[in-house]
C-alpha cells in the first residue's frame, strides 16, 4: 500500500560506505531514495539492494541519489557489499534514530515470536525535503523498478 505525504523529511546525518558522512539536507535539490531494509546478507535485503544497484546508473542519469539504510554497523555494510558487488551506497544507523524518525522500527514477528525490527519501507524525497511517496512493507520484486519510474514523474 503506497501513501502520498507531503511531510518534509526528516533531517538527519548518517556515516555511509562511501567513507564520508551523508546529510540528507546537503543533498538537496537533488531528490533522494532512501530504503530501509531489516538486516545485511539476508536474502530479500540482499535481492532488494541488487535490484537498487543494477538500476543505479538509471538514477543517476535522472539526478536521483539512493541510499540502503539498516542498523548494521558500516564494516558489516562493507562486508555486504563487498561480497554481493553492490554498489548502492549504505548508511549506518546503529542507534535506530533515523528508523525512528521515519517510523520503519516496528513491532514484527517471525515463528511466533515478537520482536522490534525495521519494516521494509522506501520513501523518495522530492528535491525540496518533501517526501513525495512512502512505500510500506515492501515486497522486493520490481520495487527498485516502480520506484525508479515515481522519482522520475517527479
Known amino acids: 500500500?503506497?501513501?502520498?505525504?507531503?511531510?518534509?523529511?526528516?533531517?538527519?546525518?548518517?556515516?555511509?560506505?562511501?567513507?564520508?558522512?551523508?546529510?540528507?539536507?546537503?543533498?538537496k535539490p537533488a531528490p533522494v531514495v532512501l530504503f530501509f531494509y531489516p538486516r545485511d546478507d539476508t536474502?530479500?535485503?540482499?535481492?532488494?539492494?541488487?535490484?537498487?544497484?543494477?538500476l543505479l546508473p538509471e538514477f543517476e542519469a535522472?539526478?536521483?541519489?539512493?541510499?540502503?539504510?539498516?542498523?548494521?554497523?558500516?564494516?558489516?555494510?562493507?562486508?555486504?557489499?563487498?561480497?554481493k558487488d553492490l554498489t548502492v551506497p549504505l548508511l549506518s544507523d546503529?542507534?535506530?534514530?533515523?528508523?525512528?524518525s521515519f517510523d520503519v522500527w516496528k513491532e514484527k514477528s517471525m515463528y511466533g515470536k515478537k520482536f522490534m525490527g525495521i519494516e521494509r519501507s522506501t520513501f523518495l524525497i522530492d528535491g525540496s525535503g518533501a517526501i513525495a511517496k512512502e512505500?510500506?512493507?515492501v515486497k522486493v520484486p520490481g520495487?527498485?523498478?516502480?520506484?525508479?519510474?515515481?522519482?522520475?514523474a517527479l
Not at 526528516?10 to 543533498?27: C, I, Q, R, Y
Open 1 to 27: 500500500m503506497e501513501h502520498i505525504m507531503t511531510d518534509t523529511a526528516p533531517d538527519f546525518t548518517l556515516p555511509a560506505t562511501t567513507g564520508e558522512d551523508v546529510t540528507l539536507s546537503a543533498l
Open 43 to 54: 536474502s530479500g535485503c540482499t535481492k532488494e539492494n541488487e535490484e537498487f544497484s543494477a
Open 62 to 83: 535522472a539526478g536521483i541519489k539512493v541510499f540502503g539504510i539498516s542498523k548494521d554497523s558500516l564494516a558489516s555494510h562493507e562486508k555486504f557489499m563487498k561480497k
Open 94 to 100: 546503529e542507534g535506530s534514530e533515523v528508523c525512528e
Open 135 to 137: 512505500w510500506r512493507k
Open 143 to 152: 520495487h527498485a523498478a516502480e520506484v525508479l519510474e515515481a522519482a522520475r
